[in-house]
């Protein structure tokens, strides 16, 4: 197992679900933690309660990844103890509405395709080229059960995911010969803040999908996220599927009642 002390890790969607369990389980083994969201608010209250605890050194990121300029922006002007970013974990990612295809909505497709694509490419196109420089560094890109294959009503949430499975098989082979390491981790149902998101708010809907079974919870996925990056440094785990024992793929779960 190698060490990640002193390691400046970037986290995005660190204000909420498996980001924020990422920033703990790092914090707790002495990480330095770039914090990227949108929501200020999350980040500093997260920032306060590592700094409180595990005396994490955190620098806080409000940044919506869809803007590339932004990205770019923020990315170049890390001050210069922060610029040497270890660990990448692309988390930042959304899914929004269940309906068919052919009644989708436009701003939904929009959001999850620049949110869950186009921003995990933002983010890595401006710190992986460094990461070569340096000849260290390692990609987490938190995929989906989803990416594996679509469901009905998830259509373009999957095609998202499954462009993180490219995108990250790809890095792994356009990396080779130098010892950036990329995984791609792939959960299943995990009650975090994402299925409020996907229904827009409503918490009946919500609460319904994680109903009479257990869960995965975000920190489990950050466990996992943590065993990945801690293996010995010729070792890549390049997919990783997880699901809950009560899930078995993407439509099939067993419910308790
Ligand atoms: P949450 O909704 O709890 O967290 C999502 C995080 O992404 C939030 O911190 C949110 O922060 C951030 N985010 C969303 N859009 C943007 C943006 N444009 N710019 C910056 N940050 C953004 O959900 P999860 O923790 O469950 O989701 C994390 C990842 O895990 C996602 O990629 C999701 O697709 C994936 N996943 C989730 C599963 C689940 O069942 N929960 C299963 C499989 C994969 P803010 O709103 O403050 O910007
Ligand atoms: C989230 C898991 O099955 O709701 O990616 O798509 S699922």
């Known amino acids: 197992m190698i060490s990640v002390t002193d390691k400046i890790v970037l986290i995005t969607g660190a204000s909420s679900g498996i980001g924020y369990s990422c920033g703990k389980i790092f914090a707790q083994a002495g990480a330095q933690l770039i914090l990227v969201a949108r929501r200020q608010e999350k980040l500093e209250q997260l920032a306060e309660a590592l700094t409180k605890e595990f005396l994490t050194k955190v620098y806080l990121l409000k940044l919506d990844v869809r803007d590339r300029l932004a990205v770019e922006s923020a990315i170049n002007s890390l001050p210069e103890p922060w610029k040497d970013i270890d660990i990448l974990i692309n988390n930042a990612g959304l899914s929004r509405g269940l309906s068919k295809l052919h009644i989708g909505d436009f701003q939904d497709w929009e959001e999850m395709i620049d949110t869950n694509?186009?921003?995990?490419?933002?983010?890595?196109?401006?710190?992986?080229?460094?990461?070569v420089n340096r000849g260290r560094g390692h990609v987490v890109n938190i995929g989906s059960i989803a990416g594996r294959g679509a469901y009905p009503g998830?259509?373009?949430?999957?095609?998202?995911?499954a462009a993180v499975?490219?995108?990250?098989?790809?890095?792994k082979q356009d990396l080779l010969g130098t010892p950036i390491r990329v995984t791609e981790i792939q959960p299943g149902l995990v009650e975090t803040e994402f299925s409020e998101v996907r229904f827009h708010g409503?918490?009946?809907?919500?609460?319904n999908v994680y109903r009479d079974l257990t869960p995965l919870t975000g920190d489990d996925i950050a466990d996992l996220v943590f065993f990945c990056v801690t293996r010995s440094p010729h070792v890549n785990i390049s997919e990783l599927l997880v699901v809950p024992t009560d899930q078995a793929n993407a439509t099939m779960v067993h419910r308790h009642n």
């Open 117 to 131: 694509v186009k921003g995990l490419l933002y983010m890595t196109r401006y710190i992986v080229p460094e990461m």
């Open 154 to 161: 998830g259509n373009v949430y999957c095609a998202s995911k």
């Open 165 to 171: 499975r490219a995108i990250s098989e790809g890095l």
């Open 202 to 207: 409503d918490q009946k809907k919500a609460k």
